[in-house]
Nanobody
Framework: QAQLEESGGGLVQPGGSLRLSCEYS????????IGWFRQAPGKEREGVSC????????KYADSVKGRFTISRDSAKKTVYLQMNSLKPEDTAVYYC??????????????WGQGTQVAVSS
């Protein structure tokens, strides 16, 4: 059973930055794309970004393009999400999970526990 564990969430002011980390195990990155999802209060969970092929292929939701950057360190078995220019509407629980590189939906139903990101002054 694949395991994913997020870290790095917190409270940040608008315009600030955070870096989330997702450490994975029991999962072969040659076969799985790994990415980030988020769920704001009262809203459905949505795909944010996804990465595969040792970082050569990435995809972003329109709402985060130009502000967020996904990357992967295969030696550390970790996927990162660098979030810059954060906005209050980025406030959500962020989940790491296996993803579909084309449509940003979860594939294979592997999820982490989530980490809270709050953007507020």
């Amino acid at each position: 059973q694949a395991q994913l564990e997020e870290s790095g969430g917190g409270l940040v002011q608008p315009g600030g930055s955070l870096r989330l980390s997702c450490e994975y195990s029991k999962l072969n990155p040659d076969y799985y794309a790994i990415g980030w999802f988020r769920q704001a209060p009262g809203k459905e969970r949505e795909g944010v970004s996804c990465i595969i092929d040792s970082g050569l292929t990435t995809k972003y939701a329109d709402s985060v393009k130009g502000r967020f950057t996904i990357s992967r360190d295969s030696a550390k078995k970790t996927v990162y999400l660098q979030m810059n220019s954060l906005k209050p509407e980025d406030t959500a629980v962020y989940y790491c999970g296996t993803c579909n590189i084309w449509n940003l939906k979860n594939e294979f139903d592997f999820w982490g526990q989530g980490t809270q990101v709050a953007v507020s002054s």
